[in-house]
């Protein structure tokens, strides 16, 4: 589907649910949009909805500890955000999981010259194949800066492995830093691709 005029583009904020939790699997994208999409259906078919991957504390095993600073980031339009908001404490089965999530509160977006993605999915493993479809989809959002590739990822979904990297835009100004922020890039936002944030704040996310 493609994306609507940027003059369409709704004007989305952050909902941030602190987390209380033991371990969750490292590649847990799709179990974790599998239970938000079940307490909240609209998810699935909201287009500027996007939930990040929730940090985890480094390592290889593929079970992980919660960092204690763990949140969950979901973004959505403003006009769904009450929903979201009316949450006071639930809880979730992420991969088998238990996951409570407390009291959330709303977070407006603000423009830095800098942001960051964890991921943003790709159509192959190459990565000059990357960078020209990044290229294609921010000229069409009229969004320039400079560009950064970081690692290549994978992650595992229903539809299969899904390639990915890490994405740094640097002197982005304020206009643009909001569009980009507002729209993202790339498919499968429900599993944390293609969502940006400010480098300074990402880590703390």
């Given at each position: 589907?493609s ?8 004007n ?17 994208a799709?179990a974790?949009?599998d239970a938000l ?14 939930i990040?991957?929730?940090?985890l ?6 079970l992980?500890m919660?960092s ?14 009450p929903?979201?908001?009316a949450k ?8 088998g999981?238990?996951?409570?999530l407390e009291?959330p509160h ?20 190459d990565?000059?194949?990357f960078?020209?479809?990044?290229t294609?989809e ?6 320039g ?7 290549r990822q ?5 539809g ?10 640097h ?10 922020q507002?729209?993202?890039i790339?498919?499968?936002r429900?599993?944390g ?9 990402a880590?703390?996310?």
């Amino acid at each position: 589907m493609s994306a609507p005029p940027v003059a369409q583009q709704p004007n989305t904020v952050d909902v941030i649910f602190p987390l209380v939790g033991g371990f969750l699997p490292r590649d847990h994208a799709q179990a974790l949009q599998d239970a938000l999409c079940a307490q909240w259906p609209w998810l699935a078919t909201e287009p500027h909805a996007a939930i990040h991957a929730i940090k985890l504390v480094p390592g290889l095993d593929g079970l992980a500890m919660l960092s204690r600073r763990a949140r969950l980031l979901v973004r959505v339009p403003e006009h769904r955000a009450p929903e979201l908001l009316a949450k006071t404490g639930m809880d979730v089965q992420v991969g088998g999981h238990a996951l409570h999530l407390e009291t959330p509160h709303q977070r407006e977006l603000q423009a830095h010259a800098t942001l960051y993605a964890y991921k943003v999915a790709a159509p192959s493993e190459d990565e000059s194949s990357f960078l020209a479809e990044v290229t294609r989809e921010l000229a069409s959002l009229d969004i320039g800066g400079e560009r950064v590739c970081g690692k290549r990822q994978n992650l595992m979904a229903q539809g299969g492995l899904i390639h990915a990297f890490s994405l740094m835009l640097h002197a982005l100004p304020a206009e643009q830093s909001l569009r980009l922020q507002h729209h993202g890039i790339g498919a499968h936002r429900l599993l944390g691709c293609g969502i940006f944030l400010p480098h300074k704040s990402a880590a703390a996310v």
